[in-house]
């Protein structure tokens, strides 16, 4: 369904893109769950700025992160405001 563009009531049409991001244990060297939603944050926005599919790895793990966004990322300079 994603790669259907949707149509608005007044017939213009927009394209629709989904972005995930994943890390695994035994790739990122950790069970620790704050180290693998960091990790899945920095490849999904990695993914988004390449505009290709990132699986997280063991360098994803070591991006410090804001409220969970990654610090220097447009839109972390501000409190409360999402990118």
Known sequence: MLHTPVTLDDGRTVDIAASVGAA???VIGSRD???LQRSA???LYD???SGRAALATAAHATVP???GRRAGRPGTAVWGRAA
Request: hydrophobic residues 35%.
């Open 24 to 26: 695994t244990p035994d």
């Open 41 to 43: 944050d920095a490849a």
């Open 47 to 49: 993914g988004k700025h």
């Open 33 to 35: 769950l704050s180290a």
């Open 65 to 67: 992160s804001v409220n």
